[in-house]
DNA sequence: TCAAAAGTGTTCGATATACACCCATGC
DNA sequence: GCATGGGTGTATATCGAACACTTTTGA
């Protein structure tokens, strides 16, 4: 029998949170105005994680990203529909064959600028509870990175914060909480929740302008952070 | 530039447990005594999940194995040891060029009878914390595996019980805690985690022919397991 | 003065941790 | 009778969950 010989690709489930769900960065499938995940062939001398660096960088102008493997999707089945096959000969200028891709996860602040790189990629944000039909198994990586994202967070909180403004509010961590985990939390039990966090500072700054009650804004203090994790090992 | 197109290959990190720490399965390098990974080159219409079966079965005679996908090893300098690349040539009878690896997590009773084809590769159990220098980056893998396996059980703890005979004793269950984990675990507060988890059991039947009081002997309860679990969800 | 969101405290049950002694068995 | 490991209970701290009202602000 003949072993594989493929060619791998990157593609990246990009999160952004717009105050009330999650959302997921797609860009236009090159040549229509069909959406897929940000992702391309990576070269022959490339590691996978920085080729995912480069290939985010590429399409979306987003540099210094947090990026995390989180699983390689290579069933026969994933290039089963001809026009995928024959979308890729096209682009990449050639016959592709069998075709791995390795999936990552990052977080991004949704008012981002894009560089003018996503623009021309089509770059766009799409809500979870909203993403298109793609093509490959794009669908199905999305909804396997749901649960990563969870995981993710569990063993690393400090990536909540890389979803959120610099300064924010206790409602919009809350809706971030929520959006993740797809579930309410109570407001009071969430307040001391979030007292308990040395790293989450309030500070002496409100809201203005807004119709109702200032809220405080919070930070994210890395440096009580990397204390506590300290002490965690 | 040039495309990435890559062999592919599976590498298994088996764990088991020898009632004291956590133990690795390796075999023998082909055509030499050094020991590596369990693991080989994939076929062209493979998904990885199931030529991990595989490649396993044909090493070592295990089969129906529960096997975790949890991470892609693709750095350009896995095979930077020309010795390496040489037996990788001199194996599969040709010329291998870039080779990534798909690694995976699997838990077995360390007293689990091998095959003969086990016997033929050289399959032997080898101590965590006495694994020898490796070909390629099988010893990063193993480190980084370490960390995943103590993940795989907080998400799924049915796991811990491959890793025992059908029928333990608390200190062999606490044995197995403090090996994942390496710490202590107290021995009164353990028996009261363990008097809470519904999905193990204890049995009438004790140690017979030990020179200490005898221990009883508990069992996995799998129907337990699963009503916990579905009440999780 | 009303609408809309901010923010605060108490009680309960579950769980983790710390810690010391008597029990059963084979030798 | 002694060495060896088996097995139990109490006190404290932290955490998650349930639950309702007052405050601030702009419109």
């Not at 897929?36 to 990203?65: H, N």
């Not at 039909?133 to 400090?158: C, K, Y």
């Not at 309410?184 to 929740?193: P, T, Y």
Request: positive net charge.
């Amino acid at each position: 029998m003949e072993y594989m010989y493929a060619h791998v690709s990157i593609d990246c489930v990009v999160f952004g949170f717009d105050g009330r769900e999650l959302n997921i960065l797609l860009i236009e499938k090159e040549g229509t105005t069909d959406l897929k995940l940000p992702g391309s062939l990576i070269y022959q001398m490339e590691d996978t994680d920085s080729a995912a660096q480069r290939v985010l960088f590429e399409l979306t102008g987003i540099r210094r990203m947090s990026l995390k493997q989180f699983r390689c999707f290579s069933s026969p089945d994933r290039t089963a529909d001809v026009r995928d096959v024959a979308w890729l000969e096209s682009t990449y200028g050639h016959p592709v064959g069998r075709l791995i891709t390795i999936a990552y996860l990052s977080l991004c602040k949704i008012n981002r600028t894009l560089s003018a790189a996503a623009h021309s990629s089509g770059a766009r944000w799409c809500p979870v509870s909203g993403v298109p039909v793609m093509p490959f198994d794009h669908n199905r990586i999305v909804e396997e990175s749901l649960g990563e994202i969870r995981q993710w967070i569990e063993t690393e909180p400090a990536m909540l914060f890389e979803l959120l403004p610099s300064k924010f509010t206790l409602s919009e961590l809350r809706g971030l909480y929520q959006a993740i985990y797809r579930k309410r939390f109570d407001i009071r039990n969430f307040c001391k929740k979030v007292a308990r966090m040395a790293y989450v500072v309030r500070l002496d700054e409100k809201q203005t302008d807004v119709a109702h009650r200032a809220a405080h804004y919070y930070k994210f203090d890395r440096i009580a952070y990397n204390r506590t994790r300290r002490a965690v090992e």
